[in-house]
């Protein structure tokens, strides 16, 4: 193990670690069972910390929390995950360019058939342009949506959702105070992955949901959202 | 019972949700909604301590504790038992989105607001009044005391003020590879000290 590296196992288990560093770190636990090791008992060690903290929560909190629940899909187990240890690094706002390139890139390369150039480069022109505003989900696997008022678009790529019922298919919305706008229906892109989805941005739009529609997709969301991302 | 374990001094691993935790884990995942309100009852209580020390904000820190549960819910599958306690696991999750929401929010506050709301001591006499977990403050108290000064403020700022590494350095005016080595053996002394792993 890297002598460097390693004394980030503190700090990583502290969530203390800027964006970039954390990745090339968390490459690192992959193949470092050691590392992994530690960061769990560190991880351990800064729960009691925070159980230290322990404070009844507002009361409505409980119900609102379980109304969601009821109406929230869960996850199948993790295959190629180490839950808990290795963990997804939101890319944050200082990584920003990068982030941005990474998904470029990751575009570009996936693109095979010359049918899909238009679409990508319209998607690639949204990802780059100066005022391309970022949001990430709040959720794990998360879902990020790139906006540019300038070109009036929004890309929206999926995060990692939970498999489809046969029949099924994840429809994107955009919605505003008017209602929910169809954007699309996510195509598979892979066996975890789907296209992103472009589409005209209609003003007003702050909030951005997945749905399971029916094949073929809806009119208007028939079901509760899978994922919903704040714009605002 | 659930509601014991919220308190309980269980000997060894000391984070004391493992009998009944591990079982109510296994329950949630597949998707029993009572479990998941038992769940609730254990770890509410500390998520919210944890998000609301970090985020400072009631609205968000209500938002970003739903976030978590639920995202405990979604996850819950994914929980391995072996790789450490539930609480543990949730707490991790409750912290990194803490964070998360403070850095993204809070980006545009400038670091000399952020070094305004210093204060080392605050975080236990903020829950002072609080009955779940004294001897649990106590305890750590205890054994944050018995850190070096370095030690203690690097974990300090970085746990429960969200902040970087590379952050606390410029806090406390020393060099950032001398604030990593620190949280780490900080955090090391703190395992042994609390006797996390035994």
Same mark, same amino acid.
């Given at each position: ?14 969530d203390?670690?800027?964006a ?70 939101v890319a944050l706002w200082g990584?920003a ?10 575009? &570009?390369?996936? @693109?095979? $058939? =010359? +049918?899909?150039?238009? #679409?990508?480069?319209? %998607?690639? /022109? *949204? ?6 505003s970022t949001v990430k989900g709040a ?67 702050d909030? &951005?949901?997945? @749905?399971? $529609? =029916? +094949?073929?997709?809806? #009119?208007?969301?028939? %079901?509760? /959202? *899978?994922?919903?991302v704040d714009l605002a | ?50 998000v609301n020390r970090v985020v400072r904000n009631g609205t968000f820190a209500e938002e970003v504790t739903?976030e978590v ?27 990194r989105r803490a964070v998360d929401r403070v850095r993204s929010h809070q980006a545009a506050l400038d670091r000399?607001d952020r070094?305004?709301r ?43 003020n969200g902040y970087t ?34």
């Open positions: 193990m890297t002598a460097e590296l390693h004394t980030l196992t503190g700090a990583y288990a502290l203390a670690v800027p970039d560093e954390a990745a090339a770190f968390e490459r690192h636990l992959r193949g470092c069972p050691a590392c992994g090791q530690e960061v769990q008992e560190l991880q351990e060690t800064a729960a009691r910390l925070g159980r230290a903290l322990a404070t009844a929560p507002p009361p409505r909190l409980r119900e609102a929390t379980l109304t969601r629940v009821a109406h929230t899909r869960q996850w199948p187990p993790s295959i190629a995950r180490r839950g808990g240890v290795v963990k997804t690094r990584a360019a990068a982030a941005v390139g990474a998904l470029v890139f990751g575009l &570009v390369t996936t @693109t095979t $058939e =010359p +049918a899909q150039q238009q #679409p990508l480069a319209a %998607v690639n /022109a *949204v990802l780059t342009a100066p005022d391309a959720e794990r696997g998360t879902t990020t949506v790139v906006t540019s008022r300038s070109q009036g678009k929004i890309v929206v790529l999926a995060g990692e959702l939970p498999p489809l019922a046969a029949g099924k298919v994840y429809q994107v919305w955009l919605i505003g105070a008017s209602g929910a706008r169809s954007a699309g229906l996510l195509a598979p892109d892979g066996p975890h992955r789907t296209r992103p989805v472009l589409a005209d941005l209609p003003g007003g739009t909030r &951005v949901g997945i @749905t399971a $529609e =029916p +094949a073929g997709g809806s #009119p208007a969301p028939t %079901v509760p /959202a *899978v994922v919903m | 019972m659930v509601e014991g374990v919220r308190t309980s001094p269980r000997g060894s691993g000391g984070t004391g949700t493992e009998p009944a935790g591990t079982s109510l884990m296994q329950r949630v995942a597949a998707g029993d909604e009572q479990a998941f309100a038992d769940l609730y009852d254990v770890v509410a209580g500390p998520v919210w301590g944890v739903q549960l639920v995202e405990v819910w979604r996850t819950a599958a994914r929980f391995k038992p072996g790789k450490g306690s539930t609480l543990a696991w949730v707490l991790t999750i409750a912290h000399d070094a305004g210093l204060d080392f001591r605050r975080p236990f006499d903020e829950v002072a009044e609080s009955t779940i977990s004294n001897l649990e403050q106590q305890r750590v108290r205890q054994c944050l005391s018995a850190l070096t000064d370095l030690q203690r403020e690097s974990v300090v700022l970085a746990y429960y590494y590379p952050e606390v350095a410029e806090v406390l005016d020393t060099a950032p590879g001398t604030v990593k080595t620190r949280i780490r053996d900080g955090l090391i002394r703190l395992r042994d000290c609390l006797g996390v792993g035994q």
